[in-house]
């Protein structure tokens, strides 16, 4: 499985996404799940990808070598990022509709899930969640976050911690610890961990990171926060259920 | 949906349900999940159901039923918790059979998860878990908790908090803040919650407990660890990726 989040707020976006995938338990590999388009000044385009690797590798495949040719539409010159996940959706259909027709009667699921943000000149920035049926939905500013794979255990803290005008250094705090959640709860879910800011109008992918379990940073937001939720739940105050008791 | 959380524990078992059901988002209902069967200072068997509401409905009709028929094996005169997970899984099986046979080309999804923990009088305290298909597993002293439901949301905190030797009450407040967890993520999940904690060798229910929106300590805990969640995370170490960042 996979865990990718992506979030647009005021000030810029922000990307995490880890780098597991398997095919059972005994199939389990490292590969990246964060994808970039830039040019720049002009434009930056973040991807990534949750569900079937062989799909999501081949669109990826696809769209890379189409970006090459500038006599077709592709995501180096789509004039906004709306076209973009339009493109998206679009080789989407294409690559399931390739590899999943002749499923052979099988119980494969080819299905994916795509996230795409960035920022085109000329436009804002601006975040898209792409389903495996090739439609999607844009974050806004009442939700502005969207997750794809194993999304559920680090949810709850994104949606504790996380609005719109969150900066974007507290919003990867965020998104790491929605990561660390999910990496102690779930095995399909793996470092190392991709990671990238995008400051507003930077047109920039220069804050891009590799963390690694050894990563100093990532080690002592895991123990802090850790020993914060311990500490936390041990200051509860005592169980005291006992007046509303029916018996 | 449903989230339904049970420990089995060195002092004794913990069991805490939510109480929404809903075929869609536009019929949500009440419906109670946590069933007792109780034979004073003989057994304690506690029953909570996950999955189609016509299912688990007609499953807990049966054991009723047939619980007041001396003459037939029965979850009232089974001599070990095993017997009765055995009794359980072989209900689950008839109803779905029954339900689920004529299904009539629909995509309708009679499945449902329990969980079946308890003390019979002579034996330890047990926990099962039974699925659809009418198997079970039992928790261990490596693994002292079950979920059925939506069960990842609240998940993280129990990993974090809880160990078989976890005294009763910190269990108790581990499965509140679990069930806070998935109520704030997941609109399936909803009040109020039932509650239960049975001391071990204790045969009694007495500690039953139904926590609404309203109820003061319920009120106060989740205060308490959203404060408690809140404070940590504005205390973390500011963000420190640019020692590894590649470019």
């Given at each position: 499985m996979t865990y990718?989040?992506?979030m647009r707020l005021a000030s810029g976006l922000v990307f995490v996404?880890?780098?597991?995938?398997?095919?059972?338990?005994?199939?389990?590999?490292?590969?990246?799940?964060?994808?970039?388009?830039?040019?720049?000044?002009?434009?930056?385009?973040?991807?990534?990808?949750?569900?079937?690797?062989?799909t999501t590798q081949s669109i990826i495949?696809?769209?890379?070598?189409?970006a090459q040719d500038p006599?077709?539409?592709n995501l180096m010159n789509v004039h906004s990022l709306y076209d973009?996940?339009?493109?998206?959706?679009?080789?989407?259909?294409?690559?399931?509709?390739?590899?999943?027709?002749a499923n052979q009667g099988g119980v494969t699921d080819f299905s994916c899930s795509l996230l795409l943000g960035g920022q085109i000149n000329g436009e804002e920035m601006r975040l898209f969640q792409i389903y495996a049926e090739g439609n999607f939905i844009e974050a806004t500013h009442d939700t502005p976050y969207f997750q794809v794979g194993e999304s559920k255990y680090g949810k709850p803290i994104i949606d504790r911690v996380l609005t719109y005008d969150t900066p974007l250094?507290?919003?990867m705090q965020c998104a790491l610890i929605s990561m660390d959640s999910?990496?102690?709860?779930?095995?399909?879910?793996g470092l190392p961990l991709d990671?990238?800011?995008?400051?507003?109008?930077?047109?920039?992918?220069?804050?891009?990171?590799?963390?690694?379990?050894?990563?100093?940073?990532?080690a002592t937001i895991r123990k802090g926060w850790g020993e914060g939720l311990l500490n936390t739940f041990s200051h509860l105050p005592p169980l005291a259920l006992a007046p509303d008791a029916p018996h």
């Open positions: 990718c989040v992506a996404s880890d780098s597991r995938t398997n095919a059972g338990v005994d199939h389990i590999s490292t590969f990246r799940k964060l994808h970039i388009f830039q040019q720049s000044a002009e434009r930056v385009l973040v991807l990534q990808s949750a569900g079937n690797l062989a495949s696809l769209l890379t070598r189409r006599e077709q539409r973009a996940a339009t493109l998206l959706g679009e080789t989407v259909r294409e690559v399931i509709a390739r590899d999943g027709g250094e507290q919003a999910t990496l102690r709860s779930n095995l399909s879910v990671a990238l800011i995008y400051p507003k109008e930077s047109f920039s992918v220069a804050q891009q990171y590799r963390i690694t379990e050894q990563h100093p940073y990532f």
